[in-house]
């Protein structure tokens, strides 16, 4: 909305009334402590603009029209966040990383495509229709479903076939048959799949309520949902999903498994390496954190831990990691399997263990102390595939992160 001349001049001459109270405080401060005391930078008040500058409170300045609208963490680049508004998690079917939000800005069609899936599924339809005028082409079709499928769980569980234009159908639940065709049942019942989905939405509803409040920033957030998932679920030692990660990247094939071990979690409370990676991708993803996963090779018996010896054996030395970055834009390492096998290696010996986080918010220089890795590359993005150039595209972690 436009400010009025009246609105503006009010404005000024309230800021020019508080600039001037400002010096006058500093003034007063610097009197009553004296000369003498050597000063570090926290004792210095922050910059204002001299009194002097302002001369008539008549003049109009250039007003950024939105400088009144206050929102708490930057809340407005990630999305609206239900924790910062209401105190109180509640369940987004729309959230995507917003790293992924950034790569979709110039695809505004195919990101509209992969929201209107998440909320179809969200809502149980069987049929739904995109949003918008326009017919929507093939490519930007598969482009939103892959945002779709990259962003939820419960997007890897349907196949969608479409019907008319703008028109399609969701089948929940599809059987893979041993040459890798779908085979889609005809006669789905729709009351189980929204048991089941509804189950997992409480479950991450739940989670995140019961681990993390309104003054978490993004990440505490990162660190509380990880401790409390590596804490409540168990890591089943998948050998054949774990073997693929030196063929293809095996983040891709859970995505395209429509398998629904992550939809059952509730119930089972065990995922394989890169469904428990999944996981945790999505629920930083309903807690607006932008992050990123991440793909890295060792050399050959180069890493630190004796209870790694059978996953980097089964692997080949691939191993896949998050990076989670802050409000700042700094970056961090954060190995949520690593943290959950070395949890599993302590329980050996004391059941009610806790994680130590150990391996949460680790520098590159950190990481590196854990195994040498060759290279990097984004393993999970739009438009970035796993044969990019070394660590290419990989943001820089140059801290720990000790909070």
Same mark, same amino acid.
């Given at each position: 909305m436009k400010k009025t001349e009246n609105?503006?001049?009010?404005?000024?001459?309230?800021?020019?009334?508080?600039?001037?109270?400002?010096?006058?405080?500093?003034?007063?401060?610097?009197?009553?402590?004296?000369?003498? &005391? !050597?000063?570090?930078?926290?004792?210095?008040?922050? !910059?204002?603009?001299?009194?002097?500058?302002?001369t008539d409170v008549e003049v109009t300045p250039v007003v950024d029209e939105d400088e009144e609208v206050v929102v708490a963490k930057e809340t407005i680049n990630r999305g609206y966040d239900s924790i910062y508004d209401t105190g109180t998690f509640v369940f987004n079917p729309e959230a995507v990383n917003p790293a992924i939000k950034e790569e979709m800005k110039n695809k505004e069609t195919s990101y509209k495509v992969g929201i209107d899936i998440l909320n179809a599924i969200h809502e149980?339809?069987?049929?739904?229709?995109?949003?918008?005028?326009?017919?929507?082409?093939?490519?930007?079709?598969?482009?939103?479903? &892959?945002?779709?499928?990259?962003?939820?769980?419960?997007?890897?569980?349907?196949? *969608?076939?479409?019907?008319?234009?703008?028109?399609? &159908?969701?089948?929940?639940?599809?059987? !893979?048959?041993?040459?890798?065709?779908?085979?889609?049942?005809?006669d789905t019942d729709m009351s189980e799949v929204e048991n089941r989905l509804n189950a997992f939405e409480e479950y991450v509803t739940e989670m995140?309520?019961?681990?993390?409040?309104?003054d978490d920033d993004y990440m505490q957030r990162a660190k509380k949902i990880y401790k409390a998932l590596i804490e409540d679920i168990e890591l089943v030692h998948d050998t054949e999903i774990l073997g693929?990660?030196?063929?293809?990247?095996?983040?891709? /094939?859970?995505?395209?498994?429509?398998?629904? /071990? *992550? *939809?059952?979690?509730p119930e089972t409370k065990k995922l394989n390496h890169y469904q428990f990676l999944f996981l945790y991708d999505y629920f930083l993803s309903e807690l607006n954190v932008e992050h990123y996963v991440v793909l890295g090779r060792t050399l050959e018996k180069e890493y630190a831990y004796d209870w790694l010896d059978e996953d980097m054996e089964s692997t080949g030395g691939i191993w896949a990691w998050m990076i989670v970055a802050d409000e700042d834009n700094n970056f961090y390492n954060?190995?949520?399997l690593m943290d959950e096998l070395l949890l599993d290696e302590q329980r050996k010996t004391k059941e009610d263990y806790e994680s130590d986080m150990a391996f949460f918010g680790m520098s590159d220089k950190t990481r590196s102390e854990s195994f040498n890795y060759v290279g990097g590359y984004l393993a999970v993005t739009m438009t970035n595939n796993t044969a990019g150039n070394g660590s290419s595209g990989v943001p820089k972690c140059e801290n720990d992160y000790n909070k």
């Open positions: 609105t503006r001049q009010n404005c000024n001459l309230k800021r020019g009334i508080s600039l001037l109270l400002s010096f006058m405080m500093s003034f007063a401060f610097l009197m009553a402590n004296g000369c003498d &005391k !050597v000063k570090t930078i926290d004792d210095y008040p922050e !910059v204002q603009v001299p009194v002097e500058e302002i149980h339809k069987t049929e739904f229709e995109l949003s918008g005028d326009d017919e929507v082409d093939e490519l930007d079709f598969n482009r939103g479903f &892959k945002l779709a499928r990259t962003t939820s769980p419960m997007a890897t569980c349907v196949d *969608i076939t479409m019907v008319d234009t703008n028109k399609y &159908k969701i089948n929940y639940f599809p059987a !893979v048959s041993a040459d890798g065709s779908i085979e889609l049942d005809e995140i309520n019961n681990n993390i409040t309104a693929k990660a030196n063929l293809s990247n095996p983040m891709y /094939d859970i995505r395209d498994s429509y398998d629904t /071990d *992550i *939809i059952d979690v954060c190995d949520i």
